[in-house]
T-cell receptor, first 114, second 115 residues
Framework: AQSVAQPEDQVNVAEGNPLTVKCTYS??????LFWYVQYPNRGLQFLLKYITGDNLVKGSYGFEAEFNKSQTSFHLKKPSALVSDSALYFCAVRDPTGGFKTIFGAGTRLFVKA | ETGVTQTPRHLVMGMTNKKSLKCEQHLGHNAMYWYKQSAKKPLELMFVYSLEERVENNSVPSRFSPECPNSSHLFLHLHTLQPEDSALYLCASSQSPGQMNTEAFFGQGTRLTVV
């Protein structure tokens, strides 16, 4: 069965510092991996995805994520955090052999302090 | 705006009421989804529709009844709900669930409170 874990409920970082939001996954086959962001009172917005190819994926708003197959991880990163990056971040995984399901993590709340 | 619109944004209902949530997408997608978002829990996939046919039903109680009259509209009919059903209900769409590498587009959600 596929699953995804976001080990941190909350990440705090100062503006201008690099940020990392962690995600690990478990699937039986080669995964499709996604990151979404949710701002207050809004739905989820797509940030980036890994399907195949280069392990470093670049997405919206300066975010990037690195796929690490040996560690089954897909951590979200940004070189320099902005206060406006404060939001709830969700990692999601889809097993291409697993039908229609996309499994989401519980989310990590990012606080960026000025 | 993401192209997926949900109404109402907020809903308070009693346990004996019947109400419906509405979702509309203007993206030309073929697949639509209902998710339940509760605090500090992973998003729960409730239903998936592909080309107006239900293709996934994740053991959701029968007090939740989905309807997909066409590929642009999705409803969630609610009756005799319980207080633990209070949550944010999110609608999403994608090009097709068969295209596994496509991302989903979400509406803003309906905040449901059952009293």
């Amino acid at each position: 069965a596929q699953s995804v874990a976001q080990p941190e409920d909350q990440v705090n970082v100062a503006e201008g510092n690099p940020l990392t939001v962690k995600c690990t996954y478990s699937v039986s086959g080669n995964p499709y991996l996604f990151w979404y962001v949710q701002y207050p009172n809004r739905g989820l917005q797509f940030l980036l995805k890994y399907i195949t190819g280069d392990n470093l994926v670049k997405g919206s708003y300066g975010f990037e994520a690195e796929f690490n197959k040996s560690q089954t991880s897909f951590h979200l990163k940004k070189p320099s955090a902005l206060v406006s990056d404060s939001a709830l971040y969700f990692c999601a995984v889809r097993d291409p052999t697993g039908g229609f399901k996309t499994i989401f993590g519980a989310g990590t709340r990012l606080f960026v302090k000025a | 705006e993401t192209g997926v619109t949900q109404t109402p944004r907020h809903l308070v209902m009693g346990m004996t009421n019947k109400k419906s949530l509405k979702c509309e997408q203007h993206l030309g997608h073929n697949a639509m989804y209902w998710y339940k978002q509760s605090a500090k829990k992973p998003l729960e996939l409730m239903f998936v529709y592909s080309l107006e046919e239900r293709v996934e039903n994740n053991s959701v109680p029968s007090r939740f009844s989905p309807e997909c009259p066409n590929s642009s509209h999705l409803f969630l009919h609610l009756h005799t709900l319980q207080p633990e059903d209070s949550a944010l209900y999110l609608c999403a769409s994608s090009q097709s669930p068969g295209q596994m590498n496509t991302e989903a587009f979400f509406g803003q959600g309906t905040r449901l409170t059952v009293v």
